[in-house]
């Protein structure tokens, strides 16, 4: 079984990559593919967030798969389509999902947060990650340079229904 991550890339590279981060140095969940859902607006910040995330995962001891699925940010139907089909079909290869909602627009971060808990069986995601920032002064930095007291991992699902 491998982990994947899927989370939206906006221009905030650290959201995309932080909670990974986050996710790794806390040991809860290390993963072997990401999918990056952008734009083609975002492709600059999209090479970046890829450049961090190989050299960030191969210190976790991953030779990371990362997949980028482009879509038109305002054809709802379609984003919902592709975060949707990708879930489905790494559920079905029998791995586990991870969905992280904190970078992209909030119709984006919604899609992401019903994906793990509301909809089709077939298409929910095992994990719904969040990364909290208390403070916007350490937005788009990186993770080990935000103090600890300013952050806050959360598996939204997990704290949900429990």
């Given at each position: 079984?491998?982990?994947?991550?899927?989370?939206?890339?906006?221009?905030?590279?650290?959201?995309?990559?932080?909670?990974?981060?986050a996710?790794?140095?806390?040991?809860?969940?290390?993963?072997?593919?990401?999918?990056?859902?952008?734009?083609?607006?975002?492709?600059?910040?999209?090479?970046?967030?890829?450049?961090?995330?190989?050299?960030?995962?191969?210190?976790?001891?991953?030779?990371?798969?990362?997949?980028?699925?482009?879509?038109?940010?305002?054809?709802?139907?379609?984003l919902?389509?592709?975060i949707?089909?990708?879930?489905?079909?790494?559920?079905?290869a029998?791995?586990?999902?991870?969905?992280?909602?904190?970078p992209?627009?909030?119709?984006?971060?919604?899609?992401?947060?019903?994906?793990?808990?509301?909809?089709?069986?077939?298409?929910?995601?095992?994990?719904?990650?969040?990364?909290?920032?208390?403070?916007?002064?350490?937005?788009?930095?990186?993770?080990?340079?935000?103090?600890?007291?300013?952050?806050?991992?959360?598996?939204?699902?997990?704290?949900?229904?429990?």
């Amino acid at each position: 079984m491998r982990k994947v991550w899927m989370t939206v890339v906006g221009n905030s590279v650290f959201a995309v990559v932080n909670p990974i981060w986050a996710c790794c140095r806390e040991g809860d969940y290390i993963p072997d593919r990401v999918y990056l859902i952008l734009n083609e607006k975002v492709k600059d910040s999209a090479e970046k967030v890829k450049r961090i995330l190989n050299v960030l995962l191969s210190e976790f001891g991953k030779e990371p798969d990362i997949v980028e699925k482009v879509c038109n940010e305002t054809d709802f139907r379609a984003l919902i389509s592709t975060i949707w089909n990708v879930i489905k079909k790494e559920k079905l290869a029998g791995n586990e999902v991870a969905v992280d909602m904190t970078p992209g627009r909030k119709f984006m971060s919604a899609v992401i947060m019903y994906s793990g808990v509301g909809g089709d069986m077939e298409a929910r995601a095992d994990r719904v990650y969040y990364l909290h920032l208390q403070n916007n002064e350490y937005t788009n930095l990186p993770w080990i340079k935000i103090p600890v007291v300013y952050q806050k991992l959360y598996e939204m699902k997990g704290s949900l229904l429990k």
